[in-house]
């Protein structure tokens, strides 16, 4: 009788472990769903204080094949410009980027220069309005409502051009002097540089790197999902936007993103400048962008879910996550 009971539990067993299986396999197929809609996945069921994170990560991938899945980072360059950010009062009053994301609840990073984070500064006389608030208030706004601020160096001057003629430890100071500004806003050390228009020689960039920053390009020596993706959108502002992408930029940008998903690549970094014109676009591109599954998070989040320091390639971080994953369900 005792070796009958002993049968049955065992059959029991064998029951659950088979159950348990095709469970796995169930909720498996319905991964790349789940980052969308925030249901609970297998990640739920086998993580435990032995699993490692990446492992969790490599098991709740989405369709794009990356643990990261599917994400923007949404960057603006120039700022801080208040008239931008909170809205035109003049003659053609226009609304707020800072409102705009907020209504679409995204948060962003916003590459600013050093000069105008200085006392009593609102922007350029000449081609900017003045609303009443400086850049100082501007930035200090962005930081509360929990956007990002990284370095456009202090003084915006194309970086190659002033090595030439100032020599490499200009560069190096200008940098340092950006940060410094942006750390007396916000309390923190920006670590990302974005140069102007994407030029600096390569022996600047290696002693920035040396330096702890890192630099952002749209070279392809970069992997693509850590490339700067450029929208052009530039090109679109002025009286006579002859050179802006056709049939609209948010097509453009969108266009972009599709030949990059093409190539296997769903993780993005959008470069966008604080301009009134880019503002307009910005409800739609979100809402498409959103459409197409994609979440929307600060460039330091998108840097820690999409690549190591070093910036190794995604898919040497997939197979490594998976092979990790595999590991953990094969136990």
């Keep these: 009788m005792g070796h009958l009971r002993l049968l049955l539990s065992i059959a029991g067993l064998a029951v659950l472990s088979a159950c348990s299986g095709s469970h796995y396999l169930t909720t498996g197929t319905d991964a790349q769903n ?5 249901s609970h996945t297998v990640a739920d069921s086998v993580m435990s204080k032995e699993t490692p994170l990446a492992a969790v990560r490599a098991v709740t991938d989405t369709s794009s094949g990356f643990a990261a899945g599917k994400l923007i980072a949404l960057t603006f360059d120039d700022g801080p410009r208040p008239y931008v950010l909170f809205g035109s009062k003049g003659d053609h009053p226009a609304p707020g980027l800072v409102d705009i994301l907020d209504q679409n609840r995204v948060k962003a990073t916003f590459f600013v220069v050093g000069w105008r984070l200085t006392p009593k500064t609102w922007g350029e006389p000449r081609h900017e309005e003045n609303i009443g608030i400086t850049c100082i208030d501007a930035a200090e706004q962005l930081t509360r409502r929990g956007h990002e601020l990284e370095d456009h160096t202090y003084s915006h001057l194309e970086l190659r051009t002033a090595e030439k003629k100032n020599g490499e430890q200009w560069v190096m100071h200008d940098v340092d002097r950006g940060a410094q500004a942006i750390k007396a806003v916000t309390g923190m050390q920006p670590r990302y540089v974005r140069p102007p228009d994407w030029i600096i020689t390569t022996d600047a960039r290696q002693d920035l790197q040396q330096h702890g920053y890192r630099v952002l390009t749209i070279s392809a020596e970069n992997p693509m999902a850590l490339r700067d993706v450029n929208s052009l959108d530039y090109l679109c502002a002025g009286k006579n936007p002859a050179g802006c992408p056709k049939p609209s930029l948010p097509d453009a ?22 301009l009134s014109t880019t503002a307009a676009v910005m409800p739609r591109l979100i809402t498409d962008l959103k459409a197409r599954g994609y979440r929307f998070v600060t460039l330091t989040e998108y840097m820690k879910l999409v690549g190591s320091k070093s910036g190794e390639p995604l898919k040497q971080q997939a197979a490594e996550t998976r092979q990790t994953s595999a590991a953990v369900l094969s136990r």
């Design 34 to 38: 789940s980052f969308a809609l925030g």
């Design 253 to 274: 940008v969108l266009k972009q993103v599709e030949q990059r998903e093409k190539r296997g690549v769903y993780t993005h970094i959008l470069a966008f400048h604080e």
